[in-house]
């Protein structure tokens, strides 16, 4: 069986795995989650690249933000301890949008991406495959970098062609990559 890279924008992926256990009312599971996404590929997961941020923290934070922390902090411990698995992180943003609500946005994600999918030839010279599971365009440059470069890139997204829907994905990122798969409700089980 071939080897995979499998690289996860978190955020999106999250976001992702809340909407599938929303709608039937049961746990996901995390990591059986990349393993299913390769074994449908038959494809041998190598190494497992996540990348995420950390909940956001007030100077003072509160019971929320500090449970926020503690479950992440949790999730983050378990994950560096096995060796098959990168943990890289950004950072969290908060802003208060037009209506004067919270939201949170992670910075600096993409780039961390980039920039271990850009170092994979020299990394894992054996490795061919890559699965990214991710929505933004921000990642088709170095998916058209890598492609030049010989590496099939497998898409693995999910969006859902409703109006001011929060799942989108960019056209141009589907056009760019070899292969894409819209994640789906057994992939997470």
């Given at each position: 069986?071939?080897?995979?890279?499998?690289?996860?924008?978190?955020?999106?992926?999250?976001?992702?795995?809340n909407h599938f256990q929303n709608l039937d009312n049961k746990p996901k599971k995390y990591?059986?989650?990349?393993?299913?996404?390769?074994?449908?590929?038959?494809?041998?997961?190598?190494?497992?690249?996540?990348?995420?941020?950390?909940?956001?923290?007030?100077?003072?934070?509160?019971?929320?933000?500090?449970?926020?922390?503690?479950?992440?902090?949790?999730?983050?411990?378990?994950?560096?301890?096995?060796?098959?698995?990168?943990?890289?992180?950004?950072?969290?943003?908060?802003?208060?949008?037009?209506?004067?609500?919270?939201?949170?946005?992670?910075?600096?994600?993409?780039?961390?991406?980039?920039?271990?999918?850009?170092?994979?030839?020299?990394?894992?010279?054996?490795?061919?495959?890559?699965?990214?599971?991710?929505?933004?365009?921000?990642?088709?440059?170095?998916?058209?970098r890598m492609k030049q470069k010989g590496f099939e890139i497998i898409i693995y997204t999910y969006f859902d062609r409703k109006r001011n829907s929060r799942?989108?994905?960019?056209?141009?990122?589907?056009?760019?990559?070899?292969?894409?798969?819209?994640?789906?409700?057994?992939?997470?089980?």
């Amino acid at each position: 069986m071939e080897d995979v890279l499998l690289f996860v924008d978190d955020g999106f992926f999250g976001l992702v795995k809340n909407h599938f256990q929303n709608l039937d009312n049961k746990p996901k599971k995390y990591l059986q989650t990349f393993r299913n996404i390769c074994d449908k590929e038959k494809l041998n997961l190598r190494h497992l690249f996540i990348y995420t941020a950390p909940p956001y923290q007030s100077s003072n934070p509160n019971a929320k933000e500090d449970m926020l922390m503690s479950k992440y902090q949790a999730m983050t411990k378990m994950l560096r301890k096995k060796k098959w698995i990168t943990l890289r992180e950004g950072r969290c943003r908060k802003i208060i949008n037009a209506s004067g609500k919270e939201e949170f946005s992670q910075k600096g994600v993409d780039a961390l991406v980039i920039l271990d999918m850009y170092d994979i030839k020299e990394n894992y010279p054996n490795v061919k495959k890559v699965i990214l599971i991710a929505s933004d365009s921000d990642f088709v440059p170095v998916i058209e970098r890598m492609k030049q470069k010989g590496f099939e890139i497998i898409i693995y997204t999910y969006f859902d062609r409703k109006r001011n829907s929060r799942f989108s994905t960019s056209n141009h990122l589907l056009k760019s990559c070899s292969k894409w798969v819209r994640l789906r409700g057994e992939d997470f089980r």
